[in-house]
C-alpha cells in the first residue's frame, strides 16, 4: 500500500513514499539517506562508491494505465490524494479543476485524459504528484509506486518504442531498475507547454490582480447610467409576501450560518448574533418583527445586511428574489390609513408592478433602525464588544473600505461572482423565452422587461458547459456590456459578499479565453471555497456585440408586444 506524508517542503521529505513491489525491490528516497540498492558497485573501492552516489538521480515512479513512468524528484514537491476541486470553465478538458492547497491554488490534471486513456474513478491508490513548474501544479496519477535512484548509465535517450504516450513527451529511459524493466521518464514542462500553451505565461504579478479589478469598478462606472427615475431595489419573500429595500442600504445578502448566538432575556424579534469577518452582527427576524407565521430557517433562508451609517443588523428572509430597477411613478407612499404607528412604520411605500398585479413593500432603512427590535439587537452587540479596543474598530472600518462586494452565483455546483456595480437588476426566468428571426445563434431569446426587449444568453452555453432544464432557481442576470443590456441565465443566485483584496488573486492562465473572461478568483480558505470571479466585459465582445446591436429594432419591438410569457414572473 503506498503511504504518504504530505509537505510543503521540497523532495527530502519524501522519504515516507514506499514501493508496492516486494521489500526486497523497495527503494526508500531521500538525499539524506543514501542507503540505496545498487548493484554492481566495487565494495573495495570507496573513492569510486562515492563519486557514484553522487551521480546517482532520484526519481519518483507511477503507473497510468498500463505504463510505468518517473519524473525528475527535484522538482516534486509533495504527493497527496486528490482533492476536491471546482471545475473551470473554457479550460481545457484535461483539467479537472482548480483545489485549495493550504491557502494556495492548485490546478489538478489528469494524466489519463492527456494520454487518451479512459478516465477512472479515483480510489484509494490514486495520487495528485505536486510539481513545480513556475507554479506548482497537480498530476493525477493511477498510483504511485517508488522513489528510485538511478545510475547514469541506466538512462538511456528516447529511442523506438511502442507506447501509448508521444515520445516527444519524454526526456529518456530507464532500464532495469525497480524491477522494472523499462520506465519512460516523462517531461512536465514540455508536457504543459504543448496541452496547455497559456499556462506557460502564468501571471505571477499581483499588481494584475489590482489591475484588473480597477479596470473592471472603473469600465462599470463609465458604462453606469445613474437615472433619477428609477428606485434599484433588493426584493425579497416573508411569508409568501414580497418585501424590498434600497440597494445603496443592502451591505451584502449572506447564507444563514450553522451557529447563531442566542442573547438570554431578549425580544422574540432578535434571534441572536453571528460572526461575519471578526465582527458580531446582530440578527432580527422579519417574520417576527411583522407578526408573521413562524417558520424554521432552511437553505433558501438569506440575511439581508442593512446598513444605516457605520451601522449594520442582519435581516432574516425567507428568501431572496431579485434586484429591480423601479420607475418612481410606478411607487406610491404608504396610504394614510394603512401606516401605523410605532414599531411598524417600517414600510414607507408600495411599489405597483405587471399593471398593479404585483405589490411590492419597500421597507425604510431608518424606520427599520428605529424598530426596537434592532434597538435591543444593536444595544446587546455594543455591551458584548464594548471592551475591545477602538483600534481593532478603526482596522475593520478601514479593512471593510478595501473590500470588493459581488454577487455571488451559482452554474452546477460551482460559485462565481461579479461586481456588484456591473448587475442591473436580477429577474426570473420567464416560462418561455421568445425567439427572434435573425437574432445570433448565441441569444437564447428575448425576455419583455418593462417594454423594453432584453436579449438573453444562457450563461452555461456561454461557458460550454452542458445545459440543464428550467427551474425556479433560475434567475437572469442583467449586466450593462458596452453601453448595452444583456441577461444572463443563471441556475440560481446565492449572495451579496464582500471580499477582502486580499483574498483575491490571479486565476491561472489555462486559455487564452479564460484568462480574459476569468481572470481572478477569491481564495477565501477559511470557508474553503474558491469564488471564480467573472468580467462582465468580456461575456460578449467583438462580433457578438456587433451581431446584438444589429438586432433590428421593428423585429424587437413586435417581439416586446407579444404576450406575458416573456415577461419577468413574481418569485415565490
Known sequence: MTTETPSAELPTELPAITTQASPAETTPATAAEPQLERAGLPSSDQGDEQKQNEEIRQFVTFIVGEEVFAV?????????????????????????????????????????????????????????????????????VDRVASVVGVEPAKIEAVGSISSTVDTELLSGLIKDVGGHTMIMVLDFARLISREFADMAKLTTSSGVAKGLSSQTRSDATEEEEEDSDELQ?????????????????????VQVPEHIVKIPRSEQHVLGVMSLRNRLLPLVSLRRMFALPPHEMDEHSRIVVVSLGATSVGVVMDNVNEVLRVAKAE?????????????????????????????????????????????????TVDSMTEDLPTETDELDDDSADDDEQVVVFRLNKEEFGVPIESVQEIVRVPEELTHVPKAPS???????????????????RRLGLKGVERSDRQRVMVFLIKGACTGFIVDSVAEVLRI???????????????????ARMANLEKQQRLVQLIDPSQLVKGRELAELAALEPATLESSAREPAASEPEQVT
Not at 500 to 518: D, F, Y
Open 72 to 140: 525528475d524528484m527535484a522538482p516534486v514537491q509533495e504527493i497527496i490524494r486528490v482533492p476536491e476541486v471546482v471545475r473551470v470553465p473554457l479550460a481545457p478538458p484535461s483539467l479537472q479543476g482548480l483545489a485549495n492547497l493550504r491557502g494556495k491554488v492548485l490546478p489538478i490534471i489528469a494524466l489519463r485524459h492527456l494520454f487518451g486513456l479512459a478516465e477512472r474513478e479515483h480510489d484509494d491508490t490514486t495520487r495528485a504528484l505536486v510539481i513545480d513548474l513556475g507554479q506548482p501544479l497537480g498530476f493525477v
Open 331 to 379: 411607487v406610491e407612499a404608504m396610504p394614510g390609513l394603512l401606516a401605523r404607528d410605532g414599531d411598524l412604520t417600517d414600510i414607507s411605500d408600495i411599489c405597483r408592478l405587471d399593471g398593479g398585479k404585483r405589490l411590492v413593500s419597500i421597507i425604510s432603512t431608518g424606520n427599520l433602525f428605529r424598530h426596537s427590535a434592532v434597538k435591543e439587537a444593536l444595544t
Open 442 to 460: 448565441f441569444v437564447e431569446g428575448v425576455i419583455n422587461l418593462r417594454g423594453t426587449v432584453l436579449p438573453v444568453i444562457d450563461l452555461r
Open 233 to 253: 431595489l433588493v426584493s425579497f419573500d416573508v411569508a409568501e409576501q414580497e418585501y424590498a429595500i434600497a440597494i445603496e442600504n443592502v451591505q451584502e445578502i
Open 500 to 518: 477582502p483584496h486580499g483574498a483575491i488573486e490571479p486565476a491561472p492562465n489555462l486559455s487564452s479565453e479564460q484568462s480574459q473572461l476569468l
